[in-house]
Structures are given as C-alpha cells and as structure tokens.
C-alpha cells in the first residue's frame, strides 16, 4: 500500500496509549458449520467441512469429522464419480450430529469462447555459459480480447507456463538449472483490474496488485480487450534441444459469490476501511457468507483457455545470440 496509509496508524498509538487494558472477552459462542467448496466444470466436486470458532481459539477446534456430505446436481442426489458441467445448479448439504447443518446452492456459470491474443516480446537479452547453459530473458506483452455474452457476469484471470520436452528432466528441475517462467503480471496496465477500489481507496494507495477479478459493467455483451504486461521473462536451459515453451491465459467465468468472496478479502486485508476498524474508528467489514448457517462460501467457476508458444521465439532468439 502506498504511503499514505502508512501515515495514520502512528497518529493512533498515542490516542490509546491512556486506555489500553488487556482483557479476554467471555463470550458466548455457538459453533455453526462452515461448508467451503470450489466447483469447477469438467471436475470432481470437493467441499471441506468445518466448524466456526472464537478468533481466540486453537485452529483444531475448526475440526469436524462427523459430518455427511451430499452433492446435488439440479435437484439429484450424484455419486462421487459426477463430473458437474456448465449450467448445473449445485448443492451441497452436509449434516453433522455434533454440529448441525449446513447447506448452499451455486450455479456454475457457461464459459466464454476461447479468448483471443496479440502479444510481442521486447526487452529481448540472451546468453550462454558453460555452468548455467543458455538463458532468455524477455518482457511479454499481450492483448487479450474476451467476447461478454448476454446478462450480469463476473470473471478471473489466471496464467500459467510450462516447457514440455521428450527428453527427461526431472533432473534438470530439481537442480534448479532449467526452467520457463512467464513472470510477474504488471497489474496497473490493465484499469479493469481496479474497478473494485473506490476513489477514496485509490486516494489512500490502494492497488490491485494480485486481484484479477472483474466484473462485465464496463463492457457488458461486448468484447473487451485486457492489456497484459508480463515482466521478468525467462527461459534457462543447459543442454540438448531447446523444449517447447508454452503460456496459458485463463479466463475463468466465476459466479456471483466468488466474485463477491474475492472483493471481500479484498476489503479486508487491504482495504483502508478495514485498517480503520481495526484501529475502532469505522464500523467493521463483515465476511462474506452464501451458506445457511452464515459460514463458508460455496463458488463455481468454467475456464476459458488461450494458448501462447513462445517456443520458435526462444529458439530464434538463442540461435540469433549463437551467431554474434
């Protein structure tokens, strides 16, 4: 966060200095149970089931191990093997003697087309050596266009990279001389990632870096372009051909709830607002909950994937380095 909200917690220690007394609150407490699920499409379904504690609690006494699992698919109890699919209305009810129950519904929303990508390489360097090999670096930047269907929808992005070779390289891993990595996402090069921050927030240094959800207000039944920037790019490989390199943009369409969870915990860990409560000068930012008993959140989501090979680009780049 920026410095601006660096500056107002040292105002408050000395406003409290004259009151502070150390106390233990005895209060009552009921457990509830708490149901967390993510269903994905095309995955089996998994929820972890536990109970609501006092913060001063010992994490063990979140266990419960009593509790029946049932997972419904538009209204029909499934088997452990169901594989939900995009349009299912799922719900999960567990039931533990000791505890009670607890139960939520989510519906998991359709996936959007393959998305689609322009993207360029710049800041381009190469060298060899005859103890690391031959490393890449690189900057990656990426126009991504997204086509919004009908209707109020939420989305995440996500990213991954992998080299793949025919060759064996376990070995090669786990000594740490080779490797693919896309990098660092600059989160600031693309607005939609802070249409959560309020003007008051932005003011205070507030930033979305590491949150990538959005929602489709800005844009809705339209395409959209994200602009992704990817910084500290590299390929490291010591010997024999070059594998393939390989980049997966995500974008997951996400329901409601998870969107509704992912700008809580915003609030929450970085939001000046809850930096006030905690100092007892705002009201408190309450969680998030879709489950009946008011713990727990119950989300689904349908990927969207779009593939970028970047292995000619590696390779032209090492040979390029060989010839000078």
Known sequence: MAILKKIYPLLFPSLLASCEEVFTPDMPHVPVLCVNSLVTAGQPVEAKISKSRLYTDAPEKSEVRDADVRIYANGELQLDSYLPKEGDNI???????AVGRGEADVLIPASIP?????????DVSCWQSDISGVSVVFKLRVDLRIEDPDGENYYKFSFSSF???DEDTDDLEASGNYGFSIGSLDYDMEPIFSEHISI???IMGGDAEGFSFFSDRQFAGKSYTLHLQFDNCWFRYPKGEVPDCKVNLIVSSVSPSYYNWANYTWQRDRGT???FSDYGFGDPIWGYSNVSTGAGVVAAQSESVCSIDLS?????TIADATKQ
């Open 91 to 97: 719900r999960i009810v567990a039931v533990s003697p």
């Open 114 to 122: 393959a998305p689609v990508a322009d993207w360029e390489t710049y």
């Open 163 to 165: 080299a793949q070779s």
């Open 200 to 202: 008051f927030e932005s």
């Open 273 to 275: 607002l809850s930096e």
């Open 312 to 316: 000619d680009f590696v390779r032209q």
